[in-house]
């Protein structure tokens, strides 16, 4: 199975912030790389999807970048809306795996 | 408008077992392929089993095989999640989620999810 890790594993910061989160793959994946943000007590959605597409009504403060074993999600200007839990997963072989998840707090 | 609504859930003693459904509208639901991923309480989510668009074909995680049975209704839309021997560990949401591609199982993004089904393993 593909291992996909996450880092960091949560992270505290402020409105306006620009925050960077980082998912690396055990072996390559070439561009099969998903991101999901996650609210409380809600079913995940989608936001970038083959490393760096942007989900058709997503902002365009959200955006993905990277190939074969290392990838980023970036949020250029954190706003209130997006404290959420973001996952990233692999859709390049079964089982398809997800990131252990990256908490976004308020600080 | 795509619909997925889960149900079947419940408290359920360990060794038991569970059926859940996913009545799906809004979509042609016989040409994609459907997915159930899981998420224990306070954890991160996990991909369970997926079932191709025609139901001969079947995938599993290695920590369901055996126990997992993931079947398909395509003239009733539906989705199914069979659970046997149910574990402790097995607790959590499950979701049933649509790829954005008709047919294929890898290559896509879950574009679609239920807003799932709680299963509690307790004594």
């Known amino acids: 199975d593909i291992q996909m890790t996450q880092s960091p594993s949560s992270l505290s910061a402020s409105v306006g912030d620009r925050v960077t989160i980082t998912c690396r793959a055990s072996?390559?994946?070439?561009?099969?790389l998903n991101w999901y943000q996650q609210k409380p007590g809600k079913a995940p959605k989608s936001l970038i999807y083959?490393?760096?597409s942007l989900q058709s009504g997503v902002p365009s403060r959200f955006s993905g970048s990277g190939s074969g074993t290392d990838f980023t999600l970036i949020i250029s200007t954190l706003q209130p809306e997006d404290f959420a839990t973001y996952y990233c997963?692999?859709?390049?072989?079964?089982?398809?795996?997800f990131g252990q998840g990256t908490k976004v707090e308020i600080k | 408008e795509v619909q997925l609504l889960e149900s079947g859930g419940g408290l359920v003693q360990p060794g038991g077992s569970l059926r859940l459904s996913c009545a799906a509208s809004?979509?042609?639901?016989?040409?994609?392929?459907m997915s159930w991923v899981r998420q224990a309480p306070g954890k991160g989510l996990e991909w369970v089993s997926a079932?191709?668009?025609?139901?001969?074909?079947?995938y599993y995680a290695g920590s369901v095989k055996g126990r997992f049975t993931i079947s398909r209704d395509n003239s009733k839309n539906t989705l199914f999640l069979q659970i046997n021997s149910l574990r402790a560990e097995d607790t959590a949401v499950y979701y049933c989620?649509?790829?954005?591609?008709?047919?294929?199982?890898?290559?896509?993004?879950?574009?679609?999810w239920g807003q799932g089904s709680l299963v509690t393993v307790s004594s």
């Open positions: 989620a649509k790829p954005n591609l008709e047919y294929q199982l890898l290559s896509v993004y879950f574009d679609y």
């Open positions: 079932i191709s668009a025609s139901g001969d074909t079947t």
């Open positions: 083959a490393a760096s």
């Open positions: 997963q692999q859709s390049y072989s079964t089982p398809q795996t």
């Open positions: 072996q390559s994946i070439s561009n099969y």
């Open positions: 809004g979509f042609t639901f016989s040409s994609h392929v």
